[in-house]
C-alpha cells in the first residue's frame, strides 16, 4: 500500500519544493558540488528526495552522463517529481518509491549518496549502512542537515505578524495534532554534533571531513531583483496556505467554513502588507540564515 503519510501530515510537497528551490540556487551550485563530493559522470541516489528538487538540480547542474536517482517512501512526492522532471525534459533522472532503510537498489552500484534532512528522522546507523551497502567501493556518502534551532533569524518589529485572531484560528484548527510529529517520529533521532562523523568513523567509513555553508535567505537583498522579491514573499504565502489545507484535511471539522475564509483572509492581508514594503522601496530586512552542516565519507570494501 502506497505511503502519503509524510506529504498529507507533517510537509506538503509545496513547502518542500519551494523551500529546497530557494535552498539549492543556482548561484551556490559550485558549494553545493564541492561540499557533496560529487562530480560529472557520477551515479547518484538521494535519499529522502521528497518533491525532487535537489535531484533536479544536480542532474541538470552535472550534464546529461551524470545519472540521479531520487527516492522517497511517500508516492505523492515520487509522483510529482516524476511528472516535473518529465515536464522540464531531464532524461537523465528517475525516481523509485522505497524506505531509506531499504533502498530499492543492488548492492555496490552507485558512486554516490546523498541526503537532506532525512536522519533526523530515522535511526541513524541503519540508515549510513544501507547507503554503505548500495555505494561502490570508493563511492561517496553525504549526509546534510540543518538544525532549526541553530538558525540565525532577524526580528525587525515592523515585519507584518499574525494578529491575534490569526493565532486564534491556527490554534483552534491544531487541536487534537499537538502529538503527530511524535507519532510520527519526526526529528526524533537528531544527532549532536560530534555524533554523526564518529558515527562514519565506526561504520569504517574513510576520509571522513565535516563541511558546513550557510544560506541566507532575504528578501531586501541587494541581488534580488524587486520581481525575485515578490516571488520569495509569493512562495512564503503559498507555503502557509498549503499548511492551512493540510490542517484542514486532518481537521476538517475543528473551524467553521466563514472561520476558514476568514483565516485565509487573515493570511493573505498579512503578506499583502510585506509586499507593500517592497512597492515603496522600503528595506526592513526580515531574514534567514540557514546553517548546512555536511558529513560525509568514502567507502572501503
Known amino acids: 500500500m502506497s505511503n502519503e503519510i509524510w506529504s498529507k501530515k507533517i510537509q506538503g510537497i509545496l513547502t518542500l519544493d519551494?523551500?529546497?528551490?530557494?535552498?539549492?540556487?543556482?548561484?551556490?551550485k559550485d558549494l553545493f558540488i564541492e561540499a557533496l563530493g560529487?562530480?560529472?559522470?557520477?551515479?547518484?541516489?538521494?535519499?529522502?528526495?521528497?518533491?525532487?528538487?535537489?535531484?533536479?538540480?544536480?542532474?541538470?547542474?552535472?550534464?546529461?552522463?551524470?545519472?540521479?536517482?531520487?527516492?522517497?517512501?511517500?508516492?505523492?512526492?515520487?509522483?510529482?517529481?516524476?511528472?516535473?522532471?518529465?515536464?522540464?525534459?531531464?532524461?537523465?533522472?528517475?525516481?523509485?518509491?522505497?524506505?531509506?532503510?531499504?533502498?530499492?537498489?543492488?548492492?555496490?552500484?552507485?558512486d554516490a549518496c546523498i541526503s537532506h534532512t532525512v536522519i533526523e528522522?530515522?535511526?541513524?546507523?541503519?540508515?549510513?549502512?544501507?547507503?554503505?551497502?548500495?555505494?561502490?567501493?570508493?563511492?561517496?556518502v553525504s549526509v546534510m542537515y540543518c538544525r532549526p534551532?541553530?538558525?540565525?533569524?532577524?526580528?525587525?518589529?515592523?515585519?507584518?505578524?499574525?494578529?491575534?485572531?490569526?493565532?486564534e484560528l491556527w490554534e483552534k484548527l491544531s487541536q487534537g495534532l499537538e502529538d503527530i510529529d511524535k507519532e510520527y517520529k519526526v526529528g526524533e533521532y537528531w544527532p549532536e554534533e560530534h555524533e554523526l562523523p564518529s558515527l562514519f568513523d565506526e561504520l569504517g567509513f574513510d576520509k571522513v571531513k565535516v563541511d558546513a555553508f550557510t544560506i541566507p535567505l532575504a528578501i531586501d537583498d541587494a541581488r534580488n531583483s524587486s520581481v525575485e522579491k515578490i516571488k520569495l514573499i509569493?512562495?512564503?504565502?503559498?507555503?502557509?496556505?498549503?499548511?492551512?489545507?493540510?490542517?484542514?484535511?486532518?481537521?476538517?471539522?475543528?473551524?467553521t467554513n466563514e472561520e476558514e475564509r476568514e483565516l485565509k483572509e487573515l493570511i493573505e492581508h498579512?503578506?499583502?502588507?510585506?509586499?507593500?514594503?517592497?512597492?515603496?522601496?522600503?528595506?526592513?530586512?526580515?531574514?534567514?540564515?540557514?546553517?548546512?552542516?555536511?558529513?560525509?565519507?568514502?567507502v572501503k570494501k
Not at 519551494?18 to 551556490?28: A, W, Y
Not at 547542474?61 to 510529482?80: A, C, P, Q, S
Not at 504565502?237 to 473551524?255: A, F, V, W
Not at 503578506?271 to 512597492?279: P, T, V, Y
Open 121 to 140: 528522522h530515522i535511526p541513524n546507523r541503519e540508515f549510513l549502512l544501507e547507503q554503505k551497502r548500495i555505494c561502490k567501493s570508493e563511492g561517496v
Open 234 to 255: 509569493e512562495i512564503e504565502k503559498k507555503q502557509s496556505l498549503e499548511r492551512l489545507e493540510m490542517r484542514l484535511g486532518l481537521n476538517p471539522n475543528k473551524i
Open 270 to 298: 498579512r503578506f499583502s502588507k510585506r509586499l507593500e514594503f517592497i512597492e515603496k522601496d522600503k528595506k526592513i530586512w526580515d531574514y534567514t540564515i540557514v546553517i548546512v552542516q555536511v558529513v560525509s565519507g568514502i
Open 38 to 110: 560529487l562530480k560529472p559522470g557520477m551515479s547518484i541516489v538521494d535519499i529522502g528526495c521528497g518533491p525532487g528538487a535537489i535531484t533536479r538540480k544536480l542532474a541538470t547542474w552535472l550534464g546529461k552522463d551524470t545519472k540521479v536517482i531520487g527516492i522517497d517512501r511517500d508516492i505523492n512526492f515520487i509522483t510529482y517529481a516524476k511528472e516535473k522532471a518529465e515536464k522540464l525534459d531531464i532524461k537523465n533522472l528517475r525516481y523509485l518509491e522505497g524506505d531509506a532503510l531499504l533502498i530499492p537498489l543492488s548492492s555496490d552500484s552507485v
Open 149 to 167: 534551532d541553530k538558525y540565525i533569524k532577524s526580528k525587525p518589529y515592523y515585519v507584518p505578524q499574525a494578529t491575534k485572531r490569526e493565532i
Open 18 to 28: 519551494l523551500s529546497r528551490e530557494i535552498r539549492f540556487r543556482d548561484d551556490r
